[in-house]
């Protein structure tokens, strides 16, 4: 029976591309860690452990499970997987999913659907164009470093999505800014129009005080022509409205009161 030693290296190549064992741990990166309440899950080198760190194979993309042990025989310089993996990852692996080694290929498969759904659900269900740059940016590098070419239909979408918010966007401001122009012109024309109406009350009102002005001194004019008219046929006019003192008036009851209104002797 091999050892356990013989076991890594032999399933690590078998799941790996590369055929060198150095250039095999290379290609496999680091999802997260998980203790575990007992020793139920099996290291890639078979045995059963309770510390398990999953890795991630970028070129294969295989799934394994290696022990404290293990873990230690890959290169220090290894990258931790992208959020987006982590999280599929930790989503299957939590439900108990694919934890035996001749699950690899189904599992690999199925985290392939779950991150296009993810990544497509996210998509869908965002609307900030700051966040989908965000987005956007972290597919590419899973394409680019993780070598995940079948993100590029899930990238186009991103970026389709992207293109028309900001198609949206430029539409609504545009429109928000036409709303505003015609408030703001409709504010202006009710300006104008409260601006006219007060000069049209101002002129109004000057035409009727110079139409009252001209109505009394008319009124004016009028009685003292027929004052004097009254005055040269000598007829009293005490009791009348106008205020002419005849002759004959001029030393009754009502002398005090004309005094003091300035009629003395039918002058005023």
Known sequence: ???????????????????????????????????????????????KVKNANYMYNIKTKHTIIVGSTCHKKFNLGYKKIHKYLSK??????????????????????????????????????????NKLNELLDDITFLINNYEIKYLSVIYNLCLNKIKKLKLDELKERKNREEIERKNREEKERK????????????????NREEIERKNREEKERKNREEIERLKEENICTCNSKYKYICKNCRNKQYMSLWKKNGYIFGVK
């Open 1 to 47: 029976m091999s050892s356990s030693k013989h076991k890594f290296n032999e399933n690590l190549i078998k799941l790996s591309q590369s055929n060198v064992l150095d250039e095999a741990k290379k290609e496999w990166l680091f999802i997260y860690d998980e203790k575990r309440k007992k020793q139920d899950v099996l290291c890639v080198c078979q045995h």
């Open 191 to 206: 300006n104008r129009e409260e601006i006219e109406r007060k000069n049209r009350e101002e002129k109004e009102r000057k």
């Open 88 to 129: 599929i990852f930790k989503y299957h692996l939590e439900k108990g999913e694919y934890k035996i080694i001749d699950n690899l290929i189904v599992y690999s498969q199925s985290i392939q659907r779950e991150l296009k759904k993810k990544l497509k659900n996210e998509i869908n269900n965002n609307y900030n164009i």
